[in-house]
T-cell receptor, first 112, second 108 residues
Framework: EPEVTQTPSHQVTQMGQEVILRCVPISNHLYFYWYRQILGQKVEFLVSFYNNEISEKSEIFDDQFSVERPDGSNFTLKIRSTKLEDSAMYFC??????????FGDGTRLSIL | KNEVEQSPQNLTAQEGEFITINCSYS?????LHWLQQHPGGGIVSLFMLSSGKKKHGRLIATINIQEKHSSLHITASHPRDSAVYICAVRTSYDKVIFGPGTSLSVIP
C-alpha cells in the first residue's frame, strides 16, 4: 500500500537556524497538510495546500513558516530562525478528493 | 471553549468490553475524521464521515450533523486497541481542527 514518507525522522538544530522538513505524499493525491504536535499536547493544524497554493493556514503558521512543492513530488515545510518552542513532532498528510488523509510517521524536531 | 471536544479524556476497559468515545464540535464541517495514534506516535486514519454511519471490522463510527456529534464504538475490545483516539473536523475551507484525544487502555 502506498504511504506518505517523511524525512528526516529526527532533526536536531540550533536555535536560530533554518530547517526544512521533507514529505513525499502519495503520488495521485491532491491535498497536502502539515501538522505539529508538541510533546504531551494535541495535534495542531498548520497549513493545507492544494493546486500549488495554500488553501488555509492557522495562526501558528506565521512568516516564520513556508511550504513548497518544488518538484511535483516533494512537499516541504521550512521553518526559519527556529525557536525553542518549535520543538515538536511534525506530521505531513495527503489525501485524494473526498478521501481520508494518510499520515506520515512524522519528523521529531528538537531545537537546542 | 474548544471547537472540538471529546469524552471521556481517559478510558480503561476490560478486554471484550464495548467501548464508546464521543466527539462534539461547534463549527461547520465538511467532514469528520476519527484517527488512532499509537504510543510510538504514528497516526492512522480510521474513518472519514460526512453523514450516517460507517463500519470497519470491530469499529463503528456514527455522525449526527444536526446535533454536531459523532461517536466511535469498538466492539469486543482487545489490548491491541490501546491507543489515543482523536476526533478531527475538516472545515469548508480545508482547515482541520483536532480534539484533545481519548486515551484508551484495554486490560487483558
Amino acid at each position: 500500500e502506498p504511504e506518505v514518507t517523511q524525512t528526516p525522522s529526527h532533526q536536531v538544530t540550533q536555535m536560530g537556524q533554518e530547517v526544512i522538513l521533507r514529505c513525499v505524499p502519495i503520488s495521485n493525491h491532491l491535498y497536502f497538510y502539515w501538522y505539529r504536535q508538541i510533546l504531551g499536547q494535541k495535534v495542531e493544524f498548520l497549513v493545507s495546500f492544494y493546486n500549488n497554493e495554500i488553501s488555509e493556514k492557522s495562526e501558528i503558521f506565521d512568516d516564520q513558516f513556508s511550504v513548497e512543492r518544488p518538484d511535483g513530488s516533494n512537499f516541504t515545510l521550512k521553518i526559519r530562525s527556529t525557536k525553542l518552542e518549535d520543538s515538536a513532532m511534525y506530521f505531513c498528510a495527503s489525501a485524494g478528493m473526498d478521501q481520508p488523509q494518510h499520515f506520515g510517521d512524522g519528523t521529531r524536531l528538537s531545537i537546542l | 471553549k474548544n471547537e472540538v471536544e471529546q469524552s471521556p479524556q481517559n478510558l480503561t476497559a476490560q478486554e471484550g468490553e464495548f467501548i464508546t468515545i464521543n466527539c462534539s464540535y461547534s463549527v461547520g464541517i465538511s467532514a469528520l475524521h476519527w484517527l488512532q495514534q499509537h504510543p510510538g506516535g504514528g497516526i492512522v486514519s480510521l474513518f472519514m464521515l460526512s453523514s450516517g454511519k460507517k463500519k470497519h471490522g470491530r469499529l463503528i463510527a456514527t455522525i449526527n450533523i444536526q446535533e454536531k456529534h459523532s461517536s466511535l464504538h469498538i466492539t469486543a475490545s482487545h489490548p491491541r486497541d490501546s491507543a489515543v483516539y482523536i476526533c478531527a473536523v475538516r472545515t469548508s475551507y480545508d482547515k482541520v481542527i483536532f480534539g484533545p484525544g481519548t486515551s484508551l487502555s484495554v486490560i487483558p
